[in-house]
């Protein structure tokens, strides 16, 4: 049983920025994709971005694209969601998600993926 415990989430105004951070509780990332996303209240949970256990593959959403990265820790077992200018509607709760999947290979729909952190809440106000 992979475990995800996600960090770093908080508040801030428009245009500000924010990391947060996804540890595994094993070396899961050698062969594991992972992928963060976000659901606000109301809202379906959506897809912002994905990375494939190499690294080499990522997709981000149209709306976060320029603005969020991605980027890993091998050592530390952990990913980080970088995330600058960040807009009122980024406010959501954050999960990160993790599976076993091929090289080169990520997903963008939350039923592919296996493990699930417990959730972070962005809050970013105008």
């Known amino acids: 049983q992979v475990q995800l415990v996600e960090s770093g989430g908080g508040s801030v105004q428009a245009g500000g920025s924010l990391r947060i951070s996804c540890a595994a509780s094993?070396?899961?990332?050698?062969?594991?994709?992972m992928g963060w996303f976000r659901q606000a209240p109301g809202k379906d949970r959506e897809s912002v971005a994905a990375v494939s256990w190499s690294g080499g593959d990522t997709y981000f959403k149209d709306s976060v694209k320029g603005r969020f990265t991605i980027s890993r820790d091998g050592a530390k077992n952990t990913v980080y969601l970088q995330m600058n200018n960040l807009e009122p509607e980024d406010t959501a709760v954050y999960y990160c998600a993790v599976t076993p999947a091929p090289s080169g290979s990520y997903f963008t729909s939350p039923y592919n993926y296996r493990y699930w952190g417990q959730g972070t809440q962005v809050t970013v106000s105008s």
């Open positions: 094993e070396r899961t990332f050698s062969s594991y994709a």
